[in-house]
């Protein structure tokens, strides 16, 4: 079982920034891949940027060179910095884990930018 806590959603304008945090409690944290999906209002849930335990990061068209990725092994925790934001990243972010192929999901944390 692995729990998955998220945190650092929030309101901000247009061009800004956010980091979103995600605190999982896998004792195999180094090892598996992480991920967060968005869900906007209306459309199906989205992988927007994801890596692996060797390192792989791969992202969504939309995203590509806004949003970066990273882990912090020590921590069991995996971020996402958002910069440039765009009312279309308007969504419920989640964090997700797969480990030995069972998917995990965070509780969601709304991010909201306004125009």
């Known amino acids: 079982q692995v729990q998955l806590v998220e945190s650092g959603g929030g309101l901000v304008q247009a061009g800004g920034s956010l980091t979103l945090s995600c605190a999982a409690s896998s004792t195999f944290f180094r090892l598996i891949t992480m991920a967060w999906y968005r869900q906007a209002p209306g459309k199906q849930r989205e992988l927007v940027a994801l890596t692996t335990g060797d390192g792989f990061t791969n992202y969504v068209d939309s995203v590509k060179g806004r949003f970066t990725i990273s882990r912090d092994n020590a921590k069991n925790t995996v971020y996402l910095n958002m910069h440039d934001l765009k009312p279309e990243d308007t969504a419920v972010y989640y964090c997700?884990?797969?480990?030995?192929?069972?998917?995990?999901w965070g509780q969601g944390t709304q991010v909201t930018v306004s125009s």
């Open positions: 997700y884990a797969n480990q030995g192929l069972t998917p995990y």
